[in-house]
């Protein structure tokens, strides 16, 4: 008899932090459930993702070009078609957990879909531990901490839930994470020098079609994102210009977070895109540039538009 393969876990190309963290985990939560799974990576994971992998010593998952060689997959962190392996089939998903508003989960016919609007995939993929009675490794619970940490600006971000602050004092007293490392970690991702800024864009965008249009939003998190943004916005419409041909978008935007100020820069030279944000969010263009004095996410920022363009 032909031995089962196994199914594999993972993320959208490219995953962040919250995305490997969590293939990482639940794998290890379905093996102690006796499932025949197996963690994996498509793409290179975000810098922030690589760091917490090295300042912990953790190994990597595998990393594999496309998913060919499996006939089911969990998705974790993901639920929106065109972010995924171009060899990932919609009928070969049969579980996905993510907590975004605009999702894609009833595109895949097969798949048991757990959509919560939590602050972090982790913390959906802590629950599930805690709901077992079920002590991570080690590196899973730095792993899930580190996600929640950063998926939420450290519980500042308006995604936030009881359900992460929950989540993240549990893992807590499995394994600590060092005194002040969401400092560490928020400098971790905030190195843009040089070509660094376009590999973050490109490497983190995300399309939606939304009311029938292709809305592509950009999104950098960084301590000092002010600052970059002024040196080097003539750089960042290039690139936005670049990314709307090449995908044939309607709408891009880049939303760029000064995560120590606290603040949000919406950045775009395209008048449609302006009025749209001006309209939705309630913002004030000067320029190319509209700040918001508040943290609010790409994800946030999603379901205004389809619901106006949707009207
Ligand atoms: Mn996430």
Redesign the pocket.
């Known amino acids: 008899m032909k031995e089962k393969k196994p199914i594999l876990v993972t993320s959208y190309v490219n995953p962040?932090l919250?995305?490997l963290s969590c293939l990482f985990a639940y794998t290890e939560f379905l093996k102690s459930q006796g499932k025949n799974v197996i963690a994996g990576i498509i793409g290179i994971p975000h810098e922030e993702a690589r760091y917490v992998l090295e300042r912990f010593e953790i190994s990597s998952p595998k990393a594999f070009k496309n998913a060919k060689k499996f006939d089911e997959i969990i998705l974790l962190?993901a639920s929106v078609a065109n972010n995924l392996e171009d060899t990932i089939r919609p009928e070969q998903v049969i579980e996905i957990i993510d907590?975004r508003q605009v999702h894609e989960a009833g595109k895949f016919p097969n798949a048991k879909a757990q959509i919560e609007l939590v602050g972090?995939?982790a913390t959906l993929v802590a629950e599930k531990f805690m709901k077992e009675n079920i002590v991570p490794s080690k590196e899973s619970t730095l792993l899930l901490s580190s996600a929640i940490i950063s998926?939420t600006f450290n519980f500042k971000a308006g995604v936030t839930t009881d359900r992460d602050r929950e989540a993240a004092k549990w893992l807590h007293k499995i394994a600590k994470l060092p005194e002040g490392f969401w400092k560490e970690l928020f400098m971790a991702k905030s190195d843009m020098t040089g070509t660094k800024l376009w590999e973050k864009i490109e490497g983190d965008f995300s399309w939606n079609l939304l009311g029938g249009k292709k809305v592509g939003t950009a999104q950098i998190e960084m301590i000092g994102a002010k600052a970059l943004i002024h040196e080097r916005l003539s750089e960042i419409l290039d690139y936005l210009h670049r990314l709307k041909k090449e995908l044939v978008l309607d709408f891009i935007f880049l939303n760029a977070v000064d995560l120590e100020v606290g603040e949000v820069f919406l950045i775009t030279d395209e008048q449609d895109t302006r009025d749209l944000l001006e309209k939705i969010l309630g913002i004030h263009f000067v320029g190319n540039i509209a700040r918001k004095g508040e943290f609010i996410m790409r994800k946030q920022i999603k379901p205004l538009i389809k619901q106006a363009l949707e009207k």
């Open positions: 962040d919250d995305g962190d907590h972090a995939a998926n």
